[in-house]
């Protein structure tokens, strides 16, 4: 057991892979003799070699290609690309190429790769370094999608992606790099597409990812203590595959549904689950499920700007107490 | 420049001891290019019969970069291919009933149905995939290639594309990355004179839109005639060559002409007048058929491998005709590893 | 008065918005000399001339960066991507350039533009060139997002696309391009952000959009003959901005919900109109609100798979049926 | 090859009534210079004091460039920045208030603080935005010296950028479409050596990752010293000069190195021994405070440029300090062109 954080599991979680896996390597910009602009990354170029730890030009496309192209022959690569924003450089391959192949090809080719990536805003890095897209990619059929808030869950989840044998887009959240937690010794493994109860509650339903969980719980804890409103709140973790049994069965028992989104609103994740729930649990809900979500803007960069943009502790549970009440 | 064999300038030195084709390679080539041009022309019939659906870009003309590259690869090399993949993906062996079962949608094609004809793909013959989006192939032949060299094995990967591709940005990035980690792959820009309706003069900075640029890669300029076999053939050896022993990729500009249209919706009335016809003198088939006589084959054995190649066509049409149309259930297989689409529990 | 191809309406709306405008020029990849490879920009070549409908490379980031540049400085540019799937290859424009100038900027870079493009399924092209991407623009703040379904609506809205002062994605269905409708003479100009009533009914409503509108009149026929059941049907026609009174009136009206969509299912507009509604009118809803979407795969090539993917007349009825029956 | 105007080959020369720079000019390449050097240090420091927020990139080192082109441009020419555009911001005149002001996030700022240090834009200076997608501006650098050809406007677009932009597809496509369309538009690639911690060489296919492409849109090879203001200047006007005549896009590679980190976050470790010492040498305002010496400007007027710089930042300081912070509600404003964000009635 150590205490360890988010960025560390990060390397940790590629390094038991590594380990464990020769056919895994890892490509992307500035991740190998630097170890990453985040620094997730030190220490697996001193460790893996140049061979097994490539850093690229800034070419996301030649990154993502290539890591396409491994994958069909029998790689396992983990491909870095810096900020979430960058996809928009490199989409055809998260849209159009990985996620596709197998099925039109009806089987032949398979493309088990992983895309890591920083993603979220609290950097103060303005509208095209701070966005949350987990929706991009959810949004595209063929892909699976984690995005984790705990450094245990980075490193099992990571190692979860790594041996899928389907394309995983996986998202770090870049404000979560240097929160801590604890991580038993050894290898960890865990599954996608597991939901986690991270707080039982009784009155309501919390649903949250990644920066969102540690928000959703504080809200919690404020809704008890100030309100004796007792929310459970879910850490979904993983979007694709996507766990609707636990949703369903919790919303079974508080029958009130909150999501809480970092995405801009329009065709968050949010509106996919409250759409489920909406559609199969209509009967179980006492009131109308509520999506909490940044504003449909762009991110400003500005400290106080960015900070009211973000769903927070305060908005969310003062959003849930009037739903609640009213 | 062209780069042309000193000892091929001229016929008579072809029938020399020199040879470096030699007959049996030369009867594959020959063999190879009807078989292509047979294939599309009965996909482009059995089209005008409202058997082949979809769309369909057919290499009609350009079979010798095809027939030069198959011949030369072996197996275990890759292929990855455009939309306009049919020619490269029969070049690898892959039976002519399976790509115009494809084409014509039945449970016999390629991949039953579910890619169709801008999407050919025989993992087992090497050919790793047709792909319809401009470019997108070269970075993804790249990590094939990538896979390659980390593994030492010794297989190379054949990246085929457009003249027009050469103006997307994929094509940069892949170029600048195959060289900088030395990866085995050949990069092989047909160059058909135009992009879809538009000549690619007009939308290129440079007269040679793949050899033009090599030199931005550190690569040199190729440029060779398309249309005679066994000068693609040729130009092939030497790039695998290079592959094979570690020296890293290659781009090969081949001249050539598509006498049909860009896709079946296209009658090609953008064409200057005279333009199809001055190609169709430099016909691939009909040069390589030249090309046998000079080297003294008979009508017979010429004859003997066309109808071979139709029988073969032939009885692959009537395959087709035959085979049942995909069952319904394949909707929704093949999306995940597991078989199936299931995105939630 | 005339009756139009949608293909036609095409051509009509951008001469319309040319001859209004000398500012307003069109670039793409074989628009010009060629007439576009649906061919619905005949003739402009010919009437504007090259120096204002011009042909490009095989340059999308080139055409998209082009197309803003030009905006920001004073044109009103009409950019023609193919297909609405090579989005993908420069995503970046759409998704990180456009929709973000005019916020960053604190409101001095304009963007008057519209992009232009093939959408939807129908013609058996497979994968790559068949989807249905409407929410890859609605999930983007900043955009404007328009899809007519009739070639009336395609001459008035692209003309109000091209008089908007901000960036409009305006999808043109490919399955609609050989569709007929009458349209009158003389200018036409439309508003976005208004839904159209296109069947009113008082049982439930259905929200569709594009190709999908025929197929849910067709429904709604079907159920009134053979079911005596009465749906109104609203082509929501602009997706951002969204015309939610126009909805929620009628689901206040009918107490049902269905939303008929052709992208695939997760995160698409289906969810979040649901979600709007499930919030915001939630006592009104008499029944469980129901998305009937292509199912979340990749696109078949085969002309009885693509069929089967969509959804259809007989499919959307008999869901609609089976949801106020049960 | 470097492109020297043959006049200038020696200092002693320099000294000549050919001099094509004059002394106002002189003196204005150094104060502009100066005055960028003392505002981004001044960044820095503000940074160390926790008032610069967010990241920041400074072209410390870099200044000949920007002010070189800062100079040479007219109003009504228009500036295409990266997230290292502090320097070019400010070279078109914009006030160090505004610029500092942004960076501090304060109501004062450029853009109020809704852009940040990463988007620098002040449209009335010509200043056209700082993009922080890699490759992303040279597309519409093109678009907007396409509206300029269009109108009969001759004003020139510039589109600066670093060594590492040189590997992304948008480069391609940028440098293909302004020369097939003839665009009044000059690419300025600053070859810093390295992109964020990579060196440029261990990723690029040729020594100069800009200038060895040239070629590949029919653009001559053009590299400069960018750390000599006189050399980029003349480049600078050249290249307008070309582009102002109708005959198209420039691409110029200037080298030169900056002195501190990528970014805020970067110390800068990967620099091989001696490297920045050696760069520092060279220093582009050490350089040209000793053109000015050996012009025979006095060390009185060189001191007087220091000091009234050394003001203008420090008043732009304090004026930074003594600013609000943005109000909230601009949170939603300015994100549609009625001035607002509603997406739905
Ligand atoms: C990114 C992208 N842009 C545009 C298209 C549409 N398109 C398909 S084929 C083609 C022309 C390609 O020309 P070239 O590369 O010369 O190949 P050819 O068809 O001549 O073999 C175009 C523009 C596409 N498929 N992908
Ligand atoms: C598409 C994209 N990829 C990666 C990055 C991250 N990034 C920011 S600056 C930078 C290095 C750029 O190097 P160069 O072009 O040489 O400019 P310099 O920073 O040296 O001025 C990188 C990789 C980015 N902003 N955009
Ligand atoms: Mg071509
Ligand atoms: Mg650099």
């Known amino acids: 057991m150590a205490e360890l954080t988010y960025r560390d599991a990060v390397a940790r979680g590629i390094a038991q892979e590594m380990e464990r896996d020769n056919d895994v390597v890892f490509l992307g910009e500035d991740i190998g003799k630097a170890g990453g602009v985040f620094k997730a990354t030190v220490g697996l170029y001193e460790k893996f070699g140049p061979l097994r730890v490539r850093d690229t030009p800034i070419s996301e496309q030649a990154i993502l290609g290539a890591a396409m192209g491994a994958a069909m022959t029998g790689l396992k690569p983990i491909a870095e690309i810096m900020f979430s924003d960058f996809f928009a450089v490199c989409f055809d391959y998260i849209a159009n190429e990985f996620p596709k192949s197998r099925y039109m090809t009806n089987g032949q080719v398979k493309c088990p790769l992983v895309v890591r990536t920083g993603n979220g805003a609290g950097s103060r890095f303005g509208a095209q370094h701070s966005q949350s897209i987990e929706n991009w990619a959810m949004m595209i059929p063929g892909l699976k999608v984690v995005a984790p808030s705990t450094p245990l869950d980075v490193i099992g989840l990571m190692a979860a992606a790594v041996r899928d044998p389907d394309p995983v887009i996986f998202f770090e959240h870049k404000s979560l790099y240097a929160t801590k937690g604890e991580v038993p010794d050894g290898e960890i493994v865990d599954t996608l597409g597991t939901a986690k109860i991270v707080r039982p509650g009784k009155d309501a339903t919390i649903l949250a990812l990644a920066l969102m969980v540690p928000r959703a719980l504080e809200a919690a804890e404020r809704l008890k203590a100030e309100h004796g409103i007792d929310v459970e709140v879910i850490d979904l973790r993983s979007l694709v595959p996507l766990d609707t049994q636990t949703v369903l069965a919790s919303v079974a028992r508080t029958h009130r549904l909150f999501t809480v989104e970092e995405n801009p609103r329009l065709c968050g994740w949010g509106a996919e689950l409250v759409s489920i729930v909406a559609d199969e649990a209509f009967y179980d809900l006492d009131g109308p499920p509520v999506r909490i979500t940044t504003p449909h803007i762009p991110l400003p960069a500005a400290d106080i700007l960015e900070d009211l943009a973000l769903p927070n502790a305060e908005r969310i549970a003062d959003r849930v107490r009037r739903s609640l009440e009213g | ?345």
């Open chain 2, 1 to 345: 420049m062209a780069r042309k064999p000193a000892a091929m300038d001229d016929a008579a030195q072809r029938n020399s001891p020199n040879d470096d084709i030699g007959e049996a390679l030369r009867l594959k080539l020959y063999r190879m290019q009807v078989e292509l041009r047979e294939a599309e022309q009965r996909a482009f019939d059995l089209f005008l019969q409202n058997l082949v659906k979809g769309t369909s870009h057919l290499s009609l003309g350009q079979e010798a970069i095809a027939a030069g590259f198959g011949v030369a690869m072996k197996p275990g090399d890759l292929s990855f291919c455009t939309y306009r993949g049919h020619a490269h993906t029969l070049a690898r062996g892959v039976p002519v009933e399976k790509v115009l079962g494809e084409l014509m949608q039945r449970d016999n094609g390629l991949m039953r149905g579910k890619g169709g004809s801008m999407h050919l793909t025989s993992v087992e013959h090497g050919v790793m995939g047709s792909y319809a989006i401009i470019g997108a192939h070269l970075p993804i032949a790249c990590g094939a290639a990538w896979r390659a060299q980390y593994k030492g094995d010794k297989d190379v990967s054949v990246c085929f594309f457009g003249d027009g591709t050469t103006n997307i940005g994929a094509f940069h990035e892949a170029l600048n990355f195959a060289v900088v980690w030395k990866l085995p792959v050949v990069f092989v820009c047909e160059n058909n004179l135009y992009m879809e309706y538009t000549p690619i003069g007009d939308v290129t900075a440079v007269e040679h839109p793949a050899a033009d640029r090599a030199s931005a890669y550190g690569l040199p300029r190729i440029v060779i005639d398309g249309n005679d076999a066994d000068e693609v053939y040729r130009a092939a050896m030497k790039a695998f060559e290079i592959a094979r022993a570690g020296n890293g990729p290659s781009l090969i500009e081949c001249m050539t002409y598509r006498h049909s249209g860009h896709s079946r919706a296209d009658p090609a009335k953008y064409r200057p007048e005279g333009e199809l016809e001055k190609w169709k003198e430099r016909d691939p088939i009909k040069i390589y058929r030249e090309r046998l006589k000079q080297f003294g084959v008979g009508d017979d054995v010429i004859e003997k491998i066309n109808a071979e190649v139709m029988q073969v066509v032939n009885d692959a049409t009537e395959a087709c005709k035959a085979a049942p149309m995909p069952s319904l259930d394949i909707l929704t297989t093949d999306v995940y590893a597991d078989g199936g689409w299931a995105w939630r529990n």
